[in-house]
């Protein structure tokens, strides 16, 4: 069986991954006019949280079904999108678009929900009955598992590729974001756009409209004042692409140790 | 991006910047494509490695099993590793699991890609001595359709021929490149020839030989497998000579096409990757992954990528020494796209 101290691991991963998201929706201050939150930051909370239930048998979070009903939500919310952007892109959304690895995340998820099958030393509902993960608990239709690990994998992988062409990690954000972000913004705010435009110092241009939303995220940093940095951080593509990575592998890992 | 915009009393979806960039992105050419499908298949590999049964006596009785029929000057080695792997077991294929899967992330990681591949050339050395016994090349079990000459291998020969350097500009395929066309070639004979010879050892022509590998790979698969193999077992059923040499001459066919003309060649390329596809399927059961307990792919989607690294190209420039990103273009706003 796996220890489960690899396990805790990567359940700890997963509890960072929610917590970084759940501090990214904090910063949207949803409560003010014009807020603005990421359906990927819902997400990753929901998928971290859950994840780290499954790894962890001490972390008992929702029933099986309820967790089913969440991700079935997320995976027809995420479907309708791709769709969206498939009209709108064509093939090329699926492979950069946001909404197919979320999609991907949420259907992985669902499925495992709906196929484990619960060792039989667990008696009681929800999260606790993945307390076997590490060898008694296995999925129906191991096929589907596989496709859905390499999917995730593959994912994963090109997740990394894109992060590091573009720059736009967090060494973009803190080391060459900071300042120029500053220096160009107006006095007392750094929000998405300066944190965009940060990442444009780095070599990537940034020219998209912005939505009024954007104001939310804006009035959150503070510019020039201790946090900047941290909002700079939390705000960078760099961040929600590198919890996305996170929970790929550990999703595949899931996949592959019920199996 | 998609966003949920709470103002005032109404809750809208709408995009905003996305903080995903979706466009202005460096273009991708083939050499880096393989090298992200090679590290796939090692985040595959590492996490593959976390699996329960690899902290079990059995992942250890395999390794050193692989001692058995070698020269004593290569078994005692593999016989010492599995003693100090079933002395640490838990701590030490944790730290295996964990390098693979490091492996897989640096490669795709441009700024580490070519440390990682480095690192991955003596990583897979070491696994194909002390892990695989060599791939049974020198006891007689190598077979193309176990995975000679082993699987580990081919990911070093990968990383070789997909090393981010130009010898070669332009190159006639993306493998080429790092090492120049002459070798390349070289390399891709003596792989493919290599396996012809293995299909030919007296073990692999016996008439049960391909039959009885087959069906000792169905243990455990999805029914839908089972079947494909047990089909695939009786077909070749007492017809073991027949079979070994119908697989020697694909696979010298495979191995003389790189240096047959370019639509030859791409021909026989695609015949290496059915190949290649139909040993993964049928003789390796994708890897035995389904059955759980599988450390790696196996050779099949190895073979198949060393084949697409072959594929004529009119001309494969040369990379920038560093990526350049893209400037002044616009970033694509995800949710409003």
């Known amino acids: ?259 | 991006m998609t966003d949920v915009a709470v103002a005032g009393n109404r809750t809208a979806w709408r995009g905003r910047l996305g903080t995903e960039p979706v466009a202005a992105r460096p273009p991708l050419d083939a050499r880096r494509a393989l090298q992200l499908a090679l590290a796939s298949i090692w985040l595959l590999d590492g996490v593959l490695q976390y699996q329960g049964f690899m902290f079990t006596k059995g992942f250890n009785q395999i390794l050193a099993g692989t001692a058995d029929g070698n020269p004593a000057i290569i078994a005692k080695p593999i016989t010492w590793d599995a003693t100090l792997i079933d002395h640490h077991m838990v701590l030490l294929n944790a730290i295996f699991a964990t390098i693979q899967l490091l492996l897989g992330l640096g490669i795709a990681f441009r700024p580490t890609a070519r440390i990682a591949l480095a690192a991955s050339i003596l990583w897979s050395l070491g696994v194909w001595w002390l892990g695989e016994g060599l791939g049974g090349v020198l006891n007689g079990a190598a077979s193309p359709l176990n995975g000679a000459p082993g699987a580990v291998i081919l990911y070093a020969l990968l990383a070789v021929l997909l090393w981010p350097a130009d010898r070669e500009v332009p190159a006639p395929f993306a493998a080429a490149r790092a090492v120049g066309t002459h070798v390349a070639r070289a390399l891709w004979a003596a792989l493919w020839l290599s396996l012809a010879y293995f299909a030919l050892t007296p073990a692999n022509r016996a008439p049960q030989g391909a039959s009885a590998m087959i069906a000792g790979m169905e243990s455990g698969e999805p029914v839908w497998l089972q079947d494909l193999q047990k089909g695939a077992a009786s077909l070749v059923a007492n017809q073991g000579l027949a079979t070994s040499v119908v697989l020697a001459v694909t696979l010298t066919l495979i191995a003389l096409g790189v240096y047959l003309p370019a639509g030859v060649a791409k021909a026989t390329q695609v015949l290496a990757i059915v190949v290649a596809a139909l040993i993964w399927v049928f003789a390796e059961a994708l890897g035995g992954i389904l059955a759980g307990g599988a450390t790696d792919v196996n050779s099949g989607p190895l073979l198949a990528l060393l084949a697409l690294a072959y594929w004529p190209q009119r001309t494969v420039p040369a990379a920038p020494a560093a990526m350049p990103v893209v400037s002044g273009q616009p970033l694509v706003s995800e949710g409003g796209a």
Not at chain 1, 20 to 32: E, H, I, K, M, Q
């Open chain 1, 1 to 259: 069986m796996t220890p489960a101290w690899i396990l805790d691991v990567f359940a700890a991963i997963m509890l960072v991954v929610a917590a970084v998201s759940a501090a990214r929706l904090v910063a949207a201050r949803p409560w003010l006019r014009g807020a603005v939150i990421t359906d990927t930051d819902i997400s990753h909370l929901l998928v971290g949280i859950a994840m780290a239930g499954m790894l962890a048998p001490g972390l008992t979070t929702l029933p099986n079904g309820a967790w089913a009903v969440v991700f079935g939500v997320l995976t027809v919310w995420f479907g309708q999108r791709v769709v969206r952007d498939y009209q709108a892109s064509g093939a090329r959304a699926l492979a950069v678009g946001h909404c197919a690895p979320h999609l991907v995340h949420s259907a992985a998820m669902l499925y495992m929900f709906l196929a484990i099958t619960a060792p039989a030393s667990s008696g009681g509902p929800g999260m606790a009955g993945m307390s076997g993960m590490s060898g008694m608990s296995t999925l129906s239709y191991p096929t589907l598992a596989f496709v859905f690990a390499l999917i995730l994998v593959g994912y994963t992988i090109w997740d990394l590729d894109q992060l590091s062409s573009l720059r736009h990690g967090l060494a973009a954000a803190v080391a060459g974001g900071a300042a120029p972000a500053l220096a160009g913004a107006p006095a007392g705010t750094l929000g998405l756009k300066t944190v965009a435009g940060s990442v444009a110092g780095g070599g990537v241009a940034a020219g998209a409209p912005t939505g009024s939303g954007e104001a939310g995220h804006a009035g959150t940093a503070g510019g020039g004042r201790p946090g900047v940095m941290a909002t700079a951080i939390l705000d960078s593509p760099g961040t929600v692409v590198s919890c996305r990575i996170a929970m790929g592998v550990t999703m595949a890992l899931m996949l592959f140790l019920m199996i």
